[in-house]
């Protein structure tokens, strides 16, 4: 599912990031890589505060729909 379909505050793995090279770049910059541990602070209207390493980051909600995560934090499948 999309970042921003995901519901807040359940620990989330992110299991691939879309989009061109740049953008995977920038999002990598920022801590969010293939099977880092995210959870979802608050929403609103598509946008995202998310917890990711330690760090709270808002994210727009063209930059969070780049981002597909599971539920939980086991292995993904």
Request: aromatic share 6%.
């Amino acid at each position: 599912m999309l970042l921003t379909t995901a519901p807040a505050g359940k620990e989330l793995r992110i299991y691939k990031i879309i989009g061109k090279d740049d953008v995977r770049s920038r999002l990598s910059d920022m801590g969010f890589t293939e099977g880092s541990c995210v959870q979802i602070i608050n929403e609103w209207k598509g946008n995202v505060i998310v917890c990711i390493r330690d760090a709270r980051i808002a994210l727009d909600k063209t930059w969070a729909n780049r981002i597909m995560v599971c539920e939980g934090k086991g292995e993904i499948e």
